[in-house]
């Protein structure tokens, strides 16, 4: 029965998808070298263990939004779920090296785009919990299928740099925000009661506004 083992060991940006897409490259080992793998049906919860690195102070301010103030950390900092992936992995027999495709979001109501735009430097660590179906032979050559052990995991430190050039690619000096549709019609109108010919001018317009508003006391 196969006993397989997963590395990944590099992370780049898919040039050509039609979404942001990283693509991690992936070893897999059989304990066995000799068993002949036919497919594997792969599954892979993508975890960020946002408490397995340190963030500098302007990092800590653009992640109160996630964990709070820092004082709290030691009970708001832990794994949060990034995304779910899978992958089909052709024969084998030993070894093989795959790709694992990871589409990806800059809609900053997902707590990990938040997390992922919060950091500046460095590496995000992530865990990779791994599920799945292998066929493969049995000595006499019939085809047998068995489930992926339940505690398969490889840890990956992604360069922030990695991201950060992905997004740069898909939205080159841009990001995307997600509104309600009645805060977009009243934003829709002040936009065209204003003759404001962009959406980035509307927003500079109520955003002086707002800074230049005196506060009260």
Partial sequence: ??????????????????????????????????????????????????????????EKER??????????????LKPMLWTHVSAVIPSFTGAT????????????NVAATKYFHAVSDGEIPLNL???????????????????????KEARFRLPVRVWRDMMDLYYPNSAWLSLRRDVFERLYRYKMQGSISTWEEALEKLLLAAEEEPVRT
């Fill in 129 to 151: 919990l791994f599920s799945g179906t292998v066929f493969y032979a049995d000595p006499e050559g019939t085809l047998q299928v068995a489930p992926i052990s339940w505690n």
């Fill in 63 to 76: 992640l109160l939004d996630l964990f709070g103030q820092p004082e709290r950390w030691s009970r708001t």
């Fill in 1 to 58: 029965m196969p006993d397989l083992s997963f590395q990944v060991t590099e992370a780049s940006a898919a040039p050509f998808a039609a979404q942001p897409m990283l693509e991690l490259k992936l070893q897999i080992a059989n304990a066995n070298p000799e068993e002949a793998i036919h497919t594997v049906a792969l599954r892979a919860q993508i975890q960020i263990e946002a408490q397995r690195r340190r963030y500098d102070a302007n």
């Fill in 97 to 108: 090296t795959a790709t694992l495709p990871v589409p990806c979001t800059f809609d900053f």
